[in-house]
């Protein structure tokens, strides 16, 4: 079963709309991240959280708000989706060096 | 900053061939070196990680070692099959209990039956 779900998995939004990606984890972690993938650039962390309550700026914010009501949810919040934002992004958990990623949602922002 | 560096983007192999992937890091701490795999569709799963204590580490056929005067931790495969192909990262945590990653670009492994 898995452990980190995120919904939903495909996006399609507007210049201007707001989106939001949410992120449940039954892996009772504390830890939680938003990284966005794309071609050439990798894996890039956006917000992170230590735990309910917490969000943390990781290295590429701008643009990204986040929200941790609980220790299983964590959401990333489009406030102005942008194309630049068009992207597949991943929830993980995890304690340490080992983290959990969740499927990915693929957005386009049109 | 912590950095790293994968500079084979896509990689093409026929089963049986030996794969071998190199990274290069930069940190000031005492670094977890890691090894996730990204299978199509699904999100980066833990592979391996090599420790500058140990300097290597071992799963699934697969073997990274740490080469501490090159700073660098490739990854290699003896004899790949048709279902390793997937796109690899290398990553670096910032100590044996560091939470926040730094991956490289990541490397796309195409093998061929």
């Known amino acids: 079963e898995a452990a980190v779900t995120q919904s939903p998995r495909n996006k399609v939004a507007v210049t201007g709309g707001k989106v939001t990606l949410s992120c449940n984890q039954t892996?009772?972690?504390?830890?939680m991240y938003w990284y966005r993938q794309d071609t050439g650039h990798g894996l890039r962390l956006i917000h992170y959280s230590y735990g309910a309550g917490s969000t943390e700026k990781g290295d590429i914010p701008d643009g990204y708000k986040a929200s941790r009501p609980s220790q299983e949810n964590f959401s990333l919040i489009l406030e102005l989706a942008t194309p630049s934002q068009t992207s597949v992004y991943f929830c993980?958990?995890?304690?340490?060096?080992?983290?959990?990623f969740g499927p990915g949602t693929r957005l386009t922002v049109l | 900053g912590d950095s790293v560096t994968q500079k084979q983007g896509q990689v093409t192999l026929s089963e049986d061939d030996f794969l071998f992937i190199n990274c290069t890091y930069s940190?000031?701490?005492?670094?977890?070196l890691l090894w996730y795999v990204q299978y199509p569709g699904q999100g980066p799963q833990l592979l391996l990680k090599v420790t500058t204590a140990n300097n290597k580490g071992i799963s699934r056929g697969f073997e990274a070692t740490y080469d501490k005067g090159t700073t660098s931790f490739h990854l290699q495969k003896a004899s790949v099959q048709e279902s390793d192909s997937a796109v690899y990262f290398c990553?670096?945590?910032?100590?044996?209990?560091?939470?926040?990653?730094?991956f490289g670009i990541g490397t796309r492994v195409l093998v061929r039956p």
């Open positions: 993980a958990s995890g304690e340490g060096y080992e983290q959990y």
């Open positions: 990553a670096l945590a910032p100590n044996s209990a560091g939470n926040k990653l730094t």
């Open positions: 940190t000031t701490t005492y670094p977890t």
């Open positions: 892996n009772n972690h504390n830890n």
